[in-house]
């Protein structure tokens, strides 16, 4: 779930971005810093830390960062920790990326499928669903193996349910109605 606050940080930075024609650049930092705050324990407890000063935080993140960090970036992550809020920076980055989706006219999904898809049957689903949404789809496929067969497709608020078990509970409430 993402927070109202970190929606409003996402706003102000996808406006910036805009403006200043950096969207992929910052998009790019952003998604980078998500990373490494989110996969690293150690970088989570430092820039957590009541210990480590607010300029200690900052210098050890442009120095991650390094002399390519973007200004928005940079200012972001300041503000965050001067306000102790660097713990939304991943939903910050997660509401940006939704913005900039929106504003792009994209929409992400996952599909569940029982094997593995081919890709003749990727674009098939993507190039279905596409005209179903009316936008340009990001599909994330997985194997699922409590699938027994078929695959379910969950984009934006659609769910896409063709599996095998969905057609037999089809199948079964048709026979009860007839009976």
């Given amino acids: 779930m993402i927070s109202e606050l970190s929606k409003r940080y996402a706003r102000a930075l996808f406006e910036y971005a805009t403006e200043t024609g950096k969207i992929g650049v910052v998009s790019n930092q952003l ?11 150690e970088v989570q407890e430092f ?28 200012n972001l992550v300041g503000l965050l920790i001067e306000k102790n809020r660097i713990d939304i920076f991943n939903q910050v980055a997660q509401a940006f990326a939704l913005i900039t989706d929106e504003a792009n006219g994209v929409t992400r999904g ?23 949404t009316h936008k ?30 969905s057609h037999l509970i089809r199948m079964s409430e048709e026979l009860n109605r007839r009976v």
């Fill in 31 to 41: 998604e980078a810093v998500a990373e490494a705050l989110a996969n690293n324990h």
């Fill in 47 to 74: 820039v957590s830390s009541p210990v480590v000063t607010g300029e200690e935080k900052m210098a050890a993140l442009k120095k991650a960062l390094g002399g390519n960090a973007a200004e928005a970036i940079l």
């Fill in 110 to 132: 996952l599909v569940r499928s029982a094997a593995i898809l081919n890709d003749d049957s990727r674009r098939k689903i993507e190039t279905t669903v596409a005209g179903i």
């Fill in 136 to 165: 340009k789809v990001i599909l994330n496929y997985v194997e699922d193996k409590t699938i027994m067969g078929g695959l379910v497709a969950q984009v934006g608020g659609w769910t896409f349910d063709d599996s095998l078990q």
